[in-house]
């Protein structure tokens, strides 16, 4: 969902990243097929503006450590970035991933929908 500047939050039921489905191998910052249409979203505002610079800022629920989920959500935002910049062609210095953990939730982490919401990938204008 982006807001008028274009800038804004892709999450959804095709978010990229998530607890493998049997719970099994743990979160992960692999880009699930489902999010293509995002990051095809991501791609077209990016190379719309040329001059526009973004932060892709990867959170985490508030599962793990800090410095696990510190690194999980870095993972996460260069996961996109590299997509993005390999897949979609955008230019590489228009995008910096970003992990801020889970020191930034939208809502609360008591419940698995809350924590759903809270692992995220979001645009923020450098």
Do not use: C, W
């Amino acid at each position: 969902m982006a807001n008028d500047t274009g800038i804004g939050r892709f999450t959804g039921p095709a978010y990229p990243f998530g607890p493998d489905p049997a719970g099994v191998l743990g979160p992960k910052a692999d880009i699930k097929p489902g999010s293509r249409p995002q990051l095809e979203e991501m791609a077209k505002l990016l190379k719309k503006d040329p001059r526009l610079s973004v932060f892709i800022v990867g959170h985490t629920d508030d599962r793990g450590t800090v410095a696990y989920n510190l690194d999980l959500s870095k993972r996460r935002a260069e996961a996109v970035v590299r997509a993005l910049a390999t897949e979609h062609n955008v230019d590489a210095r228009q995008i910096m991933p970003k992990g801020l953990a889970n020191f930034a939730p939208i809502t609360s982490n008591e419940d698995e929908s809350g924590r759903a919401k809270n692992r995220r990938v979001e645009l923020v204008k450098q």
